[in-house]
């Protein structure tokens, strides 16, 4: 079992930046590979980042490339999502996600676990 609670969201103006996180609890957390997704309203929840258990391999969406980073702390049990150059598109809640089996991936389906959530919000 994993516990996860993101924290870290907020109202920001365009061209700001945040950095979430996301706290867990458990045995499996430094052998899972998490994730951040994020659910604007009417919309589905969409794949922004994913970290290897390791830390090793990152992957992102091609719509955060290069102004968002996902690292991950094993000792403190955390996942963070650095954002930068954000943008109103950019606003909707954020979950991170865990996938026990280690192998990060971009579909909601192979998570596991996932947090409550953290609003961010883009105003223009």
């Known amino acids: 079992q994993v516990h996860l609670v993101e924290s870290g969201g907020g109202l920001v103006q365009a061209g700001g930046s945040l950095r979430l996180s996301c706290a867990a609890s458990g045995r499996t957390f430094s052998r899972s590979a998490m994730g951040w997704f994020r659910q604007a309203p009417a919309k589905e929840r969409d794949f922004v980042a994913a970290?290897?258990?390791?830390?090793?391999?990152?992957y992102y969406a091609d719509s955060v490339k290069g102004r968002f980073t996902i690292t991950r702390d094993n000792a403190k049990n955390k996942v963070y999502l650095q954002m930068n150059s954000l943008k109103p598109e950019d606003t909707a809640v954020y979950y991170c996600?865990?996938?026990?089996?280690?192998?990060?991936?971009?579909?909601?389906?192979?998570?596991?676990?996932w947090g409550q959530g953290t609003q961010v919000t883009v105003s223009s």
């Open positions: 996600a865990a996938d026990a089996s280690g192998a990060p991936g971009v579909g909601v389906v192979g998570y596991d676990y």
């Open positions: 970290i290897s258990w390791s830390g090793g391999a990152t």
